[in-house]
C-alpha cells in the first residue's frame, strides 16, 4: 500500500534551517509529482511547494519563494524540503503528499506529517 | 492566486441530519475543485476530486457538485464519524488554494 513518512521535523530558531525528508514505499514513485503541504497549529491547509515526476518542474507559494528548496531522488524514493532563514510563521506540521497523475494538483495520499517549531 | 471561500466557517447538527457545504472561488475553475475530510491529529483524507467524482472508499452519503465557482459538497444521513473539519482546494491553476475549512459540530 502507498505509505509516505516524513522526518526531519523538530524545534529550529528564527533564521535557522531544517532539512525534512519523506520517504515514499508501494508506488512507482518515480511516476509522480509530489507535494509539500503545511497546517500552522489550529489553522487551515496551505500549499507550499510541487515538483514533477522527473525533477525539471518546479513551483513554490510566494511565502517561501527564496528561502525553500524541494528536491527528490527518485533512486531513492525520497521527497526533500530544505528550508532555509526560517520564520516563527512558518511553524507548522507539514506534509508530503503525492499528486494524482490523472488530475493535477489533487492530492490522493498524505503523509502523516512533521512538526517544524521555529522558535528562541 | 485563486482564492477559495468555505461557507459555512462552521455548522451544528445532528446524527442522521443532511448537510451542505458550500465553496466559492475567485473565478472560474471549471471543474477543477476536490474536496479533503480531516480529523484532528490526523492528515487530511481525499473525499471527492473534479467536483463530483467519489474516491475510492469513500461511502456514497458524501456528494460533490458544482462548476465555475460555485461548489456544494452534500453530506447525506450525517454519522458520528462524519464530525470534523472539511476543506476544499482548487487544483486549476498553481498555487493550490484551499478554502479556510468548515467544521462539522455536534448539535
Known amino acids: 500500500q502507498v505509505q509516505l513518512v516524513e522526518s526531519g521535523g523538530g524545534l529550529v530558531k528564527p533564521g535557522g534551517s531544517l532539512r525534512l525528508s519523506c520517504a515514499a514505499s508501494?508506488?512507482?514513485?518515480?511516476?509522480?509529482?509530489m507535494t509539500w503541504i503545511r497546517q500552522a497549529p489550529g489553522k487551515g491547509l496551505e500549499w507550499v511547494s510541487y515538483?514533477?515526476?522527473?525533477?525539471?518542474?518546479?513551483y513554490y507559494a510566494d511565502s517561501v519563494k527564496g528561502r525553500f528548496t524541494i528536491s527528490r531522488d527518485n533512486a531513492k524514493n525520497s521527497l526533500y524540503l530544505q528550508m532555509n532563514s526560517l520564520r516563527a510563521e512558518d511553524t507548522a506540521v507539514y506534509y508530503c503528499?503525492?499528486?494524482?497523475?490523472?488530475?493535477?494538483?489533487?492530492?490522493?495520499?498524505w503523509g502523516q506529517g512533521t512538526l517544524v517549531t521555529v522558535s528562541s | 492566486d485563486i482564492q477559495m471561500t468555505q461557507s459555512p466557517s462552521s455548522l451544528s447538527a445532528s446524527v442522521g441530519d443532511r448537510v451542505t457545504i458550500t465553496c466559492r472561488a475567485s473565478?472560474?475553475?471549471?471543474?477543477?475543485l476536490n474536496w479533503y475530510q480531516q480529523k484532528p491529529g490526523k492528515a487530511p483524507k481525499l473525499l471527492i476530486y473534479?467536483?463530483?467524482t467519489l474516491q475510492s472508499g469513500v461511502p456514497s452519503r458524501f456528494s460533490g457538485s458544482g462548476s465555475g465557482t460555485d461548489f456544494p459538497l452534500t453530506i447525506n444521513s450525517l454519522q458520528p464519524e462524519d464530525f470534523t473539519t472539511y476543506y476544499c482546494?482548487?487544483?486549476?491553476?498553481?498555487?493550490?488554494?484551499f478554502g479556510q475549512g468548515t467544521k462539522v459540530e455536534i448539535k
Open positions: 503528499a503525492r499528486e494524482n497523475p490523472a488530475a493535477a494538483g489533487m492530492i490522493d495520499y
Open positions: 508501494g508506488f512507482t514513485f518515480s511516476d509522480y509529482y
Open positions: 515538483i514533477s515526476s522527473s525533477g525539471s518542474n518546479i
Open positions: 473565478q472560474n475553475i471549471s471543474n477543477y
Open positions: 473534479a467536483g463530483s
Open positions: 482546494q482548487q487544483s486549476y491553476r498553481a498555487p493550490w488554494t
